[in-house]
């Protein structure tokens, strides 16, 4: 049975993640009340890799909302592309972090698929850093993540939020044609 925390939680992730998907500056405050809200559901459900990504989410939701609307040198941030040099090195280190993490969680607590949740921890931080910093790439990692978080979620019983990040998926590819379009007009501006 889906608890009202779990319906507020995915409520106002929803309209962030809509948001962020519009590239609306909006996307950060009402991202920071739904992190605060999932981090509670998340411990409730021994998801620990989940609750620390939530408190990184709501620090990151602060640099953010400040970057994107003053970051360009006191001007708002542009969408753009990422250098793929830089980017190249996230997937293997990401999969280091992923399994130092997991197994941290895996010999020192009672979490539930450790590593699957270190997974979703360790490839949510660097969709945020990217989405931070208005990477049209972010939505590639972002189908990742939803990927790997809608069987963990369900198999907990978070069916809502399961239901929530297959729709999430869907608006991951719906956001990431729509800022290639962006990316392409102010290209040809």
């Not at 049975?1 to 009402?30: C, D, F, K, Q, Y």
């Not at 293997?92 to 992923?98: D, E």
């Not at 921890?121 to 660097?126: D, E, W």
């Not at 990927?147 to 239901?163: M, N």
């Amino acid at each position: 049975m889906m608890s009202p925390l779990e319906i507020a939680a995915n409520g106002m992730a929803t309209i962030s993640i809509l948001l962020a998907g519009r590239n609306s500056v909006h996307t950060w405050w009402t991202g920071i009340t739904g992190c605060f809200l999932f981090a509670v559901l998340f411990f409730q459900a021994s998801l620990y890799a989940d609750v620390v990504l939530q408190i990184f989410f709501v620090v990151t939701s602060v640099l953010g909302w400040w970057h994107w609307m003053k970051g360009a040198q006191g001007n708002a941030l542009r969408i753009s592309r990422a250098d793929f040099k830089k980017l190249a090195w996230t997937i293997p280190v990401g999969l280091l972090a992923t399994a130092g993490y997991g197994a941290l969680l895996h010999f020192f607590t009672d979490a539930y698929a450790p590593f699957v949740d270190s997974a979703v921890l360790v490839f949510s931080v660097v969709a945020q850093l990217l989405l931070m910093q208005r990477r049209l790439e972010t939505w590639a990692f972002w189908l990742v993540v939803n990927s790997i978080a809608v069987p963990l979620y369900a198999s907990r019983e978070l069916y809502l939020t399961s239901f929530l990040y297959a729709s999430y998926w869907i608006n991951a590819l719906v956001s990431w044609r729509w800022w290639q379009r962006s990316v392409a007009n102010t290209a040809s501006i």
